[in-house]
Each structure stands twice: as structure tokens, then as C-alpha cells.
């Protein structure tokens, strides 16, 4: 059995980052996607035939997506970098269940991540709200492992909603993001698995030609009051169908 030596160090950097920069840091880099139906969900499909369809076809399209991080200083955004030839519909239940049917924008000197609000219910650019993933707090072990020709050392979160979220980070790559806006970790994030998605990064570009790292624009919302906004219009919509 391999033995875990874990810190006791929870790790919030970004509220002690002060590092100044004398010229532009980019990166940019491809993460492939894995859809992980978890034993719960493929035990519950067996009787729901809805469930086990929307399953297969997040699995299939999983296949045909990539995303993209691009990094620039102390700002990211994480977002789907197009999409291979697929079913339409697996394509886009896969992109929903990898959590990025919008760019995800992460800041470290804020200590804040922004996604705009849902298009199909909201005015395009009219909200974005704010994700607490990027303060989760990391219990860092000695155990590692090589992705890319790098080590990486696993972190894990039991701060997700209904899963343990582990990372492999390595600190050769001092950027502190990764996919679905995590990060603030003391290295680049090249795998991810929360629930059942996984991230495995598969390209490094650390000379990208062009690098646009925008926030959301529009009214900012808290993740609350956006759900609860989202509800009202749901609720509105069902009432006048």
C-alpha cells in the first residue's frame, strides 16, 4: 500500500499573491476531456432509460471536445476550444457535463472566478456570476506521478459538492490555474478529476502567439443570487408554456 505523507498546510495563495511581473507570462494549454459516469449514476440508468441516453452520449462526446486554458499573468480563462466532428447532441451534452458551456475567468490578484450567465436564459453579456473554485482549500501529499514529462504532486479538496476533488499539479510550471477554475495550487494543475469529469492536460504551448484573457462583462452576480434568478426564469417559463 503506498503511504501518504500529507501537509497539514492548506494552501490559499491567492490572498498572499504579490509577485510583480516585468514582462508578460503566457501559457496556453489543451486538456482532453473525460466523461466518468460515477457506479451511483450507471446503477440508477439501469431503471431510467433518460439517464443511461444522456450517459452514453456525454461519454461519446467527450471524445470530440478539448479544452483550452490560456493563461496571461495572473489571469486565465479556461473555455472549449471548438469541437471534432460528432453527433450534434453528443457534442453538446458533453460540453455541458464538462462544466464549460461558458469560459470560466480566473484572476489571482482578485481571487475571484467569473462565468457569464446562461445564455438560453439570460441576455447575452447582460450577468456573469461569481465561482468560489479557485480559494478551495488543498491538502497537499507526497505522492506523485509524471504527466508530460513532468512531476506532479496530488492535491485533494473535499470542498466540492458532492465529490473529492484531486489534482496533480507540478511546480516545475509556476502557474497557479488549471480547468473549471481551480488552481491556487504552487504549480500548473495537468490533471483533474472531480466526480465524473476528468481533465488530463495533453499540450503545453509556452510560446503562444496570441493570448486574450478578457473577464465577462455585465452586472455581477453572486453564485446565489444567480441560481435564484435562474429559478424565477424556469419557473416563469414552465408557467407560460
Not at 453528443?90 to 458551456?101: E, L, Q, V, W
Request: glycine share 6%.
Amino acid at each position: 500500500m503506498i503511504k501518504y505523507f500529507k501537509t497539514s498546510i492548506l494552501y490559499i495563495l491567492c490572498i498572499a499573491f504579490n509577485h510583480s511581473y516585468s514582462q508578460e507570462n503566457l501559457l496556453s494549454v489543451e486538456y482532453e476531456f473525460v466523461h466518468k459516469p460515477t457506479p451511483e449514476m450507471m446503477k440508477l440508468a439501469e431503471t431510467n432509460q433518460m439517464l443511461y441516453d444522456a450517459i452514453q452520449s456525454a461519454t461519446l462526446g467527450s471524445d470530440f471536445i478539448r479544452i483550452k486554458l490560456h493563461v496571461k499573468n495572473h489571469e486565465a480563462i479556461a473555455f472549449i476550444d471548438g469541437a471534432m466532428s460528432s453527433d450534434a447532441t453528443d457534442i453538446r451534452t458533453a460540453i455541458a457535463a464538462s462544466g464549460h458551456k461558458e469560459p470560466i475567468y480566473s484572476n489571482l490578484k482578485t481571487c475571484e472566478v467569473l462565468i457569464p450567465a446562461n445564455e438560453n436564459l439570460f441576455e447575452k453579456g447582460k450577468y456573469h456570476f461569481e465561482n468560489e473554485n479557485l480559494t478551495v482549500k488543498w491538502e497537499i501529499t507526497k505522492e506523485t506521478k509524471e504527466i508530460l514529462g513532468f512531476v506532479c504532486y496530488k492535491a485533494v479538496s473535499n470542498s466540492g459538492l458532492n465529490s473529492q476533488i484531486v489534482a496533480w499539479f507540478t511546480p516545475d510550471i509556476p502557474f497557479q490555474f488549471g480547468p473549471g477554475g481551480y488552481g491556487n495550487l504552487p504549480g500548473l494543475i495537468l490533471e483533474l478529476e472531480e466526480g465524473r469529469t476528468l481533465f488530463k492536460a495533453r499540450i503545453l504551448d509556452f510560446k503562444p502567439n496570441k493570448i486574450n484573457v478578457n473577464p465577462p462583462k455585465g452586472t455581477r452576480l453572486t453564485n446565489q443570487e444567480y441560481q435564484e434568478k435562474s429559478r424565477k426564469i424556469i419557473e416563469s417559463m414552465k408557467r407560460n408554456f
